[in-house]
């Protein structure tokens, strides 16, 4: 009997598969298994009301009434606590709220509780949700205790959150839905790691020193013991370590060098006791805060009364460097000045041994196993110790030889039949293979001659054994191969030779084929879209069908279909992105397959289904669909094992996304009308979304303009240059259609209707006082004629908006030299970033706050009165100036930082400063900034407004 899928079906199907019956009859798939195919949520869930006052703010214990505050003093909002993105919720300042104690009878700190979504469905007896916190499995629930799921921020709720002994951890939750289990991923990040993310490189020539109780402040060289000022410290070539060696600066980052040696150096943490590899950096002097993050931990703010910045350099500071058990590990310091801008250095230290392998040539000589692994036959030993038995591939034919193990090119010897190898019995433990000595490697004169490196490991000087190297190609040689928990890893071997150092790559390689995608469609990974009737459209049974696909290699005609195809075809989805998470595939024609006698079912499924050609060498497998919807963003989801290779793997899970063809969506267009004498060659500015870049024309009625460009703002938002009809074509008086056409589909166009005028030229000359005014897609426009000045009065609908960005030579003109932005008088919310850009300057506001007081709130932005810059440039004699004298200024409008960059007129200008002019007190003040020469820019942060000028001392 046919078999008849539906939707429904699948998902009884899902339910009975994840449910353990006391019969064993089902095979329980695990809460991991489920949340690994539940699709991404794209909502939001609401914080719960526990974890606030009725203002709004978040309590510093459930039920009392002391509120948190952030590292500047400020109250917490619940609004700030979690920002969205499909199937994400990150909770920002999460080491606040995961201190925050949750019991007064019990010890209980930091459970994130969210209220149970909308679209969960009924209780019904069986698991509604699925919770998962850090590396810990999943677990089932059938209900939610209180309604909401409380995922604890940290491993240990019991105790508050600390950065080292109880740092934050990502969660997963997720809950069954009328279409499936949908989840969503939470993502902790402390208040110290989001100003990391915006705080600014620290420039390379503003280099921190080397703190003198490392070293003999008289020669330089590295104390041995730091706590007692003794000894030399030795790398091991036996060279005393200078200070001059150490470090190494470039912007945003600090390369230590012999980071393995000066790991090994007796030193004293914050509190006296013995430490080994603390890195010790003077402060420089206005420093107010400091922020430490070191490896993956959770970066936290640190003391800095000391004056001193302490670095780890390993994983363990309290024992010295090894290699494996206590390596080396990255780091970033922060530090805010008096000023409020934050700077940051990423701490890299790097091992001799690393720095040695960086710059080792590639060795030409090839490396050969050793005897000892092999016998006279040259058949490899399963046992080298007892030399006896033979290794065997896992095709059970293939017996591993020295003639098919190794292969060399390149500077790259390559293990063929590597997971066999690893079982070899060596005595040197798991996954270990014996090379012999290279040729040129030099004699032994007790400086270290070889190097290893491990693949996600630092590298280390190695000594040979018995005149051969063993080098590890497993992750970890205590264990047993195994392909997810101890995987194949490359390695690097290097050894000192007369003419310096040489390296080659020992790679292992899997012995199971696994089908190679070729290539997916529809796909491509630039913004290309896709006519929604064009995939592949075919007619089967009197109806139009389509497919989406993908293309494997089949270089030698061996790739072969799962006996079961259908059902696994079956398990595939496409789905739209935030849409309903319905799947579209095709199920009445898979069921009409499915209903084909085994002759009937072959032909279609290699006419339409699985489609082989021999002179491409690939294999084609398609998957039918429902025709889709025009401007959607689909996910296709083909299942595991759906082809595969006799004796090897079937096919890894594959998963894209595409879009289909948009229409077009108009928001504002520059001018409503033009002269019957337009300049053709200024474009027309059209706004707005779903503009196809591949192509996307514009029609005046039936005229097609003559050129049309797609060009972005900087903040990446797409708009159209239009260039009006010229020549025999050019618009006549008249009022006109605006058509914007994607991919010359007039399926894919909108049309403003009656949105240009073209009017007869004018006889008079347009005013020279008063106003022009002009309303825009951002507000109205006021341009004092007689006056190179114009005000933009920003519409309502931005009240709302907590980033707003602007580019006032487009809304305005270029040739504008002040602006003047005004907000409504009303009470805004906080506006997180404000960024404006123009030719003079660009600016960004952050927690911006419009007063809703009488007074205009206005910010005023451009270049300075002259009567002013005059004033200004007698205070400056001995400088010469290498910008405009430009007026940054707001009234009734707070900010807390305010970033600026302003542009060079000369690009072969010298050291460069920023100085402000504070109109208050008539003093200039200098600032210190960033100076990008490349580009001829210089930014820089400050906490007012005023005058600002760069200048050349």
């Not at 058949?379 to 293939?398: C, F, H, P, R």
């Not at 060009?711 to 008086?733: C, I, Q, T």
């Amino acid at each position: 009997m046919q078999k008849k899928v539906a939707a429904i079906v699948f998902f009884v199907l899902f339910l009975f598969s994840i449910v353990n019956f006391k019969t064993g009859e089902a095979k329980a798939a695990s809460a991991d298994e489920v949340l690994a195919e539940a699709f991404p949520y794209a909502g939001q869930l609401y914080l719960n009301s526990k974890h606030y006052n009725s203002d709004g703010f978040i309590l510093r214990e459930f039920g009392g009434t002391e509120l948190i505050r952030d590292s500047e003093g400020g109250l917490l909002s619940k609004d700030v606590v979690l920002t969205w993105k499909t199937g994400e919720a990150t909770v920002n300042y999460a080491d606040l709220l995961a201190a925050q104690k949750q019991s007064t009878t019990e010890l209980v700190y930091g459970c994130l509780l969210l209220n149970m979504p909308s679209n969960v469905v009924p209780a019904d007896g069986n698991y509604r949700f699925i919770v998962k916190t850090g590396d810990n499995p999943a677990v089932f629930y059938t209900d939610l205790s209180g309604g909401v799921f409380s995922v604890p921020l940290t491993p240990d709720s019991s105790k508050a959150y600390n950065p080292l002994t109880n740092p934050l951890q990502k969660s997963i939750i997720a809950w069954r839905t009328s279409t499936g289990w949908q989840k969503i991923e939470i993502m902790p990040v402390s208040e110290a790691d989001a100003v990391l993310t915006r705080a600014m490189p620290n420039s390379a020539l503003d280099k921190l020193e080397l703190n003198v109780v490392h070293y003999n402040p008289t020669t330089g060289i590295l104390y041995l013991d730091v706590k007692e000022g003794t000894g030399e410290l030795k790398t091991p070539d036996g060279v005393a370590l200078s200070k001059e060696e150490l470090l190494s600066f470039s912007t945003g980052t600090l390369i230590v060098r012999y980071a393995d040696t000066l790991a090994g150096q007796v030193g004293m943490d914050k509190d006296g006791n013995t430490c080994y590899g603390y890195l010790r950096l003077d402060m420089p002097s206005d420093i107010s805060k400091i922020i430490l993050k070191t490896g993956d931990n959770d970066a936290f703010f640190d003391d800095a009364s000391e004056g001193i910045f302490y670095i780890p350099l390993t994983e363990y500071p309290d024992k010295p460097y090894n290699w494996q058990t206590n390596p080396l590990k990255e780091a970033v310091i922060a530090w805010q000045n008096s000023s409020g801008a934050w700077t940051k250095l990423a701490v890299i230290p790097l091992s001799q041994a690393e720095q040695i392998l960086s710059s080792a040539a590639s060795s030409s000589v090839p490396l050969t196993l050793s005897s000892v692994l092999y016998g006279s036959d040259g058949k490899l030993y399963a046992d080298v110790l007892n030399k006896s038995g033979t290794l065997t591939a896992k095709d059970a034919q293939t017996i591993l030889t020295k003639d098919n193990v190794p292969s060399w090119a390149g500077g790259v010897l390559t293990l063929n039949y590597a997971e066999t190898l690893a079982g070899q019995n060596t005595g040197q433990g798991y996954g270990k293979v014996g090379l012999t000595l290279p040729e040129d490697v030099m004699a032994d004169d007790g400086r270290p001659r070889f190097i290893l490196k491990q693949e996600g490991r630092d590298a280390y000087f190695y000594n040979s054994i018995d005149d051969l190297i063993w080098v590890p190609f497993i992750y970890n040689s205590a264990e047993p191969y195994h392909m997810q928990n101890n995987p194949l890893k490359e390695a690097v071997l290097a050894w000192r030779t007369a003419e310096g150092w040489k390296k080659a790559v020992i790679k292992p390689i899997l012995e199971y084929r696994t089908p190679m995608v070729k290539n997916k469609f529809p796909y491509s990974e630039s913004d290309k879209w896709f006519d929604e009737q064009s995939l592949n459209p075919t007619q089967i049974n009197g109806k139009e069908r389509y497919f989406v696909g993908v293309v494997f290699v089949d270089e030698d005609g061996l790739l072969k279909l799962s006996d079961d195809i259908i059902k696994r075809l079956g398990f595939c989805q496409v789905v739209s992105s935030g849409g309903s998470q319905a799947s579209v595939v095709d199920e009445e024609l898979l069921d009409y397959i499915d209903g084909l006698s085994e002759t009937e079912k072959n032909d279609f499924i290699n006419k339409y289904i699985f489609i082989r050609d021999s002179v491409k060498k690939e294999v084609v497998l398609r998957l039918p669909i429902k025709q889709l919807r025009p401007q959607t963003s689909y996910q296709i989801s083909f299942a595991s094992d759906l082809v595969f290779y006799e004796n090897g793997r079937g096919n890894e899970p594959i998963t894209w996304t595409f879009t289909t063809m948009a229409v077009p969506q108009i928001s504002g267009i520059s001018t409503g009308s033009v002269g019957e004498d337009y300049d053709s060659a200024e474009p027309l500015i059209i706004k707005g979304n779903y503009f196809y870049s591949d192509s996307v024309t514009v029609k005046f009625n039936d005229i097609s303009a003559s050129r049309v460009e797609i060009a972005a703002d900087a903040n990446g938002e797409k708009y159209l240059k239009v260039y009006l009809p010229s020549g025999s074509s050019r618009l006549k008086a008249g009022i006109y259609d605006i058509k914007v056409i994607n991919n010359g589909n007039e399926n894919y166009q909108e049309i403003l209707a009656g949105r240009l005028s073209v009017v007869p030229a004018a006889d008079k000359e347009p005013p020279v006082e008063g106003e022009l005014i002009q309303n825009t897609y951002y507000g109205e426009v006021r341009e004092k004629v007689n006056k190179s000045e114009a005000v933009l009065t920003l519409k309502s609908s931005y009240w709302e908006r907590s980033y707003i960005y602007l580019n006032l030579d487009e809304i305005m003109r270029e040739s504008i030299a002040v602006h003047r932005i005004r907000f409504s008088e009303r009470s805004w919310p906080v506006i997180w970033e404000f960024k404006v850009d123009s030719h003079l300057v660009k600016a960004v506001f952050r927690d911006m706050l419009v007063s809703s007081g009488d007074g205009e709130a206005e910010i005023l932005i451009g270049k300075a009165e002259p009567e002013l810059v005059r004033v200004i440039s007698k205070k400056l004699p001995l400088n010469r100036l290498r910008s405009e004298f430009i007026e940054i200024n707001t009234d009734n409008i707070s900010f807390s930082d305010l970033n600026v960059t302003m542009f060079l007129n000369r690009q072969d200008a010298g050291e460069i400063k920023v100085l402000r002019y504070d109109e208050r007190y008539r003093r200039l003040y200098e600032i210190p900034c960033r100076v990008d020469y490349l580009n001829g820019e210089a930014a820089f942060n400050t906490g007012q407004g005023g005058i600002f000028v760069l200048v050349e001392p």
